[in-house]
């Protein structure tokens, strides 16, 4: 059996064939459960388990951890770990960090929707948020797309000016934005990843043609945009069953009558089956892509890892 600590999943997951694997991966049959949700001390800390398998070849599993009183201690409030076993006899491939697996799904599958959606002479990249995803979404979208302009803008202008330095020596400038509306305003695509439990980023401060990505909001409680804005937008979901459980502003859309179910036009499997189609009803129409996250994208990254053992 193998593990693969953050720094070898950094390595085995460069984002272009990361991307390139969920776009072809998301094609095939992969079986995905809904999640369960445990709470060992009955408070708010909690345990996710979050299985998906491909029949007689890999079965994986992704438990998550969410502490939110380590924060008072400096610890991570989240924390994952992922076990692969093979299908054939049951036996483990691999242990592997989750967190790191995590993030970095979550960043390629995002700049892969961006890739499929935001208008091809998008110049300007505008991050929201400043927390463990920033850097990986920039680095994912720059990696599928080529940016003139990279702005870092967040409620706390040290660690936005830490992920401005981060990014730098990683070889990618971007710059501090201070004014958010002004921000939303210069930028063709958008990435927002926050825990903003009241919604921030406002529908006249996006510019027409620009593409949202939502990712921060994950539970119905939460929300980074105005619901409002739905009405107004194209929406994508990374997976419709998932968003539709747990997608703060979608939801929050849907129960104030703002929106349907059926508003959701398609979801990240669809866009990547059809990589040619113009998917937007113009340059002018905003688009927003909703992620939660689901397992089906564990599954296909833990894979990844696995076989760069073996490459």
Request: charged fraction near 15%; proline fraction near 5%.
């Amino acid at each position: 059996m193998n593990y693969f600590d953050s720094s070898a999943v950094r390595k085995a997951l460069p984002y272009p064939q990361l991307i390139d694997a969920l776009a072809h991966g998301l094609q095939l049959p992969i079986e995905a459960p809904p999640r369960s949700f445990f709470t060992p001390n009955d408070d708010a800390s909690c345990v996710l388990i979050m299985p998906a398998w491909k029949t007689k070849e890999v079965f994986g599993v992704k438990l998550v951890s969410v502490w939110p009183s380590n924060k008072d201690i400096g610890s991570p409030t989240v924390s994952a770990v992922y076990v692969l076993l093979s299908c054939e006899n049951g036996m483990p491939l691999a242990v592997i960090d989750g967190t790191e697996l995590t993030l970095r799904r979550t960043a390629a599958a995002a700049a892969l929707a961006a890739s499929l959606l935001a208008r091809k002479n998008s110049q300007t990249l505008a991050m929201l948020g400043t927390g463990a995803l920033s850097v990986p979404l920039v680095q994912a979208h720059a990696s599928v797309m080529h940016f003139k302009n990279i702005l870092i803008w967040g409620r706390q202008k040290n660690k936005a000016l830490s992920v401005v330095a981060e990014l730098k020596n990683l070889g990618i400038e971007s710059t501090y934005s201070e004014d958010l509306s002004a921000t939303l305003n210069k930028a063709d695509v958008v990435a927002a990843a926050t825990t903003a439990t009241e919604p921030f980023i406002i529908s006249k401060w996006l510019k027409p043609g620009t593409h949202l990505g939502l990712i921060g909001a994950f539970t119905p409680q939460m929300a980074e945009a105005e619901p409002a804005l739905m009405s107004k937008v194209q929406i994508f979901a990374d997976n419709r069953s998932a968003v539709l459980e747990k997608g703060g502003e979608i939801l929050q859309a849907i129960d104030q009558g703002i929106i349907s179910p059926s508003s959701i036009e398609g979801e990240l499997s669809e866009l990547a089956s059809a990589p040619t189609r113009s998917w937007r009803n113009n340059d002018q129409a905003i688009t927003v892509f909703k992620s939660v996250g689901f397992a089906s994208l564990d599954l296909i990254a833990a894979e990844l890892v696995f076989q760069s053992k073996t490459n």
